[in-house]
């Protein structure tokens, strides 16, 4: 594991920060622990779960060959949180979709009015040239 491939330092930072007891302060040399043992923990859970992707057949990891690979590793424990984070993803990536569908309606909408309003105002601009040409002939 080369040190290109470290944690971000902030974000593990943010992380023990939020985990820690108020009071409670944790050691540079103790983040720069905690931040190799979650490096080494990522690792083991990914291979872990290209295990059960390949025994499916699969080139790609899904959330189900996580899941089963956080069984195996004897992390069961975490499973109902993380599939509860997942759901909400999901909920949340849905409800961003709708949002964007309807952007583009209401584009569209806005789109087909203004050329109807175009159309409109040239329809307008034609009816008072003739009207004010048939003038000219009287």
């Given at each position: 594991m080369?040190?290109?491939?470290?944690l971000?330092?902030a974000?593990?930072?943010r992380?023990?920060?939020a985990?820690l007891?108020?009071?409670?302060?944790?050691?540079?040399?103790?983040?720069?622990?905690i931040?190799?043992a979650?490096?080494?923990?990522?690792?083991?859970?990914t291979?872990?779960s290209?295990?059960?992707?390949?025994?499916s057949?699969?080139?790609?990891?899904?959330?189900?060959?996580v899941?089963?690979a956080?069984e195996e590793?004897?992390f069961?424990?975490?499973k109902?949180?993380?599939?509860?984070y997942?759901?909400?993803?999901?909920?949340e990536?849905e409800?961003?979709?709708?949002?964007?569908k309807?952007?583009?309606?209401?584009?569209?909408?806005?789109k087909?009015?203004?050329?109807?309003?175009?159309?409109?105002?040239?329809e307008n601009?034609?009816?008072?040239?003739?009207?004010?040409?048939?003038?000219?002939?009287?």
């Amino acid at each position: 594991m080369s040190e290109s491939q470290d944690l971000p330092g902030a974000i593990v930072n943010r992380i023990i920060k939020a985990s820690l007891p108020e009071g409670v302060l944790c050691a540079k040399e103790s983040r720069l622990a905690i931040a190799k043992a979650a490096k080494v923990w990522i690792h083991y859970l990914t291979a872990a779960s290209i295990d059960f992707s390949s025994h499916s057949g699969r080139s790609t990891i899904s959330p189900k060959d996580v899941f089963q690979a956080i069984e195996e590793i004897d992390f069961e424990n975490f499973k109902p949180q993380l599939e509860e984070y997942l759901a909400a993803l999901k909920s949340e990536k849905e409800k961003e979709k709708e949002k964007e569908k309807e952007k583009e309606k209401e584009k569209e909408k806005e789109k087909d009015s203004n050329k109807d309003d175009t159309k409109s105002k040239d329809e307008n601009k034609s009816s008072k040239k003739s009207s004010s040409s048939s003038k000219d002939e009287k």
